[in-house]
């Protein structure tokens, strides 16, 4: 088993130090919030007073954090990690960040003799908890079989897609159809709805049918159609709005670097800002749905 060290214990780091400590592994965890801490202790973990701290010692580094500049002010410069860690560990940043920010600590890692991969994660908390997740990994073949097995800890399917940056290149690709999928089918069953139509029996109709999707499925954006879904516990939980408008301004930023055209990710990231300025960003993502209907 792994002595690892887990940074980042949010709605999506927390359930998968919980999983690694369930494969039988010893974690040192560290957190900004305490409360975060705390409940990663109860299922086994060592608090640790600092990120360093936590490094002491690690065979892997795991990292689970919210954007570019907190992996790079994680890692990188006179305080950061790389300066820390043994040489010879693995460092796995689970984190959706800017392709070009995991190439940039990538190499730092690379001049310690640190072997380093990105492999940003698809599922939401549910897969979290479940370590049912998509790993999505950038990095060379040889880090990833060395990481496989905690991975496997965590999720059930693990994709190489390339080298290092990679693997948040195809995250973005992935979250920008995503949050497109989401709008328009909250508009089709606000349209429904708006027609007299049961929005229970048009998303069972549409799950079934060409409009089929993980919005309908699994992540409805209308109250009461799903049990489980953030909708139907007043868009509370899941995954952010403001998350997703994070990723959506990645993927544009990765688009304008090659000059690709992304109309429809542009007009959804439009979508999610529009939301997040009507107060809806620490919400569900799927409460862009509010935008075009008021649900019950």
Known sequence: MSRIAFIGLGNMGGPMAANLLKAGHTLHVFDLSADAVAQAVTHGATAANTAIDAVQDAEVVISMLPASRHVEGLYLGDAGLLRHIAEGA???DCSTIAPASAQKVARAAG????AMIDAPVS????????????FIVGGEGDALERARPLL??????????????????????????????MAVTGEAIALGAAHGL????????MAVSTARSWATEVC???????????ASR????????????????????????????????????NLYAMNSQAGNGGLDFSSVVKLVAKTP
């Open 90 to 92: 693995l460092v796995i």
């Open 111 to 114: 001049e310690r003799g640190l």
């Open 123 to 134: 599922g939401g908390t549910a897969g979290a908890a479940a370590g049912t997740l998509t």
């Open 152 to 181: 496997a800890s965590m999720g059930k399917n693990i994709f190489h897609v390339g080298a290092n940056g990679a693997g948040q290149v195809a995250k973005l690709c992935n979250n920008m159809a995503l949050g497109v999928i």
């Open 198 to 205: 049961d929005p229970t029996v048009l998303s069972q109709m």
């Open 220 to 230: 409805n954006p209308w109250p009461g159609v799903l049990e489980n879904a953030p």
């Open 234 to 269: 007043g868009y509370t939980g899941g995954f952010g709005n403001d998350l997703m408008l994070k990723d959506l301004g990645l993927a544009a930023e990765a688009a304008m670097g090659v000059g690709a055209s992304i109309p429809l990710g542009e007009l959804a990231r």
